[in-house]
């Protein structure tokens, strides 16, 4: 697998507003977008970290411990990969399961997921 750099790390904010202050004011981290999603009742923001990103996402209620994926913390890694068929294709040849590959509705992006030894979402994106 080339792995070239994060992509992004995705956080599930107990307090929508109180994360974004704090990751905006207190860290200085620059707004790329804001979208709220009114069919989830869900705010995604994402923040440039460098050539990377956070996406702090809001649900309503979220549990206070891990599940899959929508619980308070982290929700899920992302790894960038320059072609996606490529590295779905080899996570299959070592046995790994991945998702059908989507696109991003707000990025246009390609994207999957696969999950760790211990249930952890994680993404591949082009």
């Known amino acids: 697998m080339d792995f070239k750099r994060l992509h992004h790390v995705a956080i ?4 929508y507003q ?11 981290l620059e707004i790329i977008r804001e979208n709220y999603r009114a069919e989830r ?9 460098g050539e990377s990103e956070i996406e702090l996402f809001s ?12 619980a ?3 929700r899920h890694l992302c790894f960038y990969v320059e072609d996606i068929h490529q590295a779905v294709a080899e996570l299959k040849r070592k046995g790994i399961e991945t998702e059908p590959i989507r696109r991003d509705e ?3 992006g390609l994207f999957t997921f696969f ?7 994680i993404e591949l994106h082009e």
């Open 12 to 15: 599930i904010a107990s307090d």
């Open 18 to 28: 109180k994360s974004k202050e704090f990751y905006t004011q207190v860290l200085g």
């Open 41 to 49: 009742e869900s705010y995604k923001l994402d923040l440039k970290i």
């Open 59 to 70: 649900f309503p209620n979220p549990p206070k411990r891990f599940s899959s994926p929508e």
């Open 72 to 74: 308070a913390g982290l």
């Open 106 to 108: 707000y990025t246009g």
């Open 115 to 121: 999950r760790d030894p211990d249930d952890l979402p």
